[in-house]
């Protein structure tokens, strides 16, 4: 069982930055690959980046590329996910998940097994 807690989000004006962190309990953290998604009001959950289980290969979807940065620490079981340059349309809830085969780096939410409880982000321009 993996536990899942974001924490770093807040509001902040366009062109602003912030950072996200994901807090993992459980000793297989490591092997998973982690991924950031997020849901603005009305939308689907959309993937933002992930990161395989040594940190060496990354994704990011193309609306942030360039301006977000996935990153993890296997020794503190942390995830994070800093964003610069940020847009009102970055504004919806943020969630840190865990995908238990860490050879893969898939951008589906279903490859995903666990999940936080969410994080708000919210960028007024």
């Known amino acids: 069982q993996v536990q899942l807690v974001e924490s770093g989000g807040g509001s902040v004006q366009a062109g602003g930055s912030l950072r996200l962190s994901c807090a993992a309990s459980?000793?297989?953290?490591?092997?998973?690959?982690m991924g950031w998604f997020r849901q603005a009001p009305g939308k689907e959950r959309e993937f933002v980046a992930g990161?395989?289980?040594?940190?060496?290969?990354?994704r990011y979807a193309d609306s942030v590329k360039g301006r977000f940065t996935i990153s993890r620490d296997n020794a503190k079981n942390t995830v994070s996910l800093q964003m610069n340059s940020l847009e009102p349309e970055d504004t919806a809830v943020y969630y840190c998940?865990?995908?238990?085969?860490?050879?893969?780096?898939?951008?589906?939410?279903?490859?995903?097994?666990?999940w936080g409880q969410g994080t708000q982000v919210t960028v007024s321009s």
């Open positions: 990161i395989r289980w040594s940190g060496a290969i990354t």
């Open positions: 998940a865990a995908d238990t085969n860490g050879w893969r780096l898939s951008n589906g939410r279903n490859a995903y097994y666990y």
């Open positions: 459980g000793r297989t953290f490591s092997g998973y690959t």
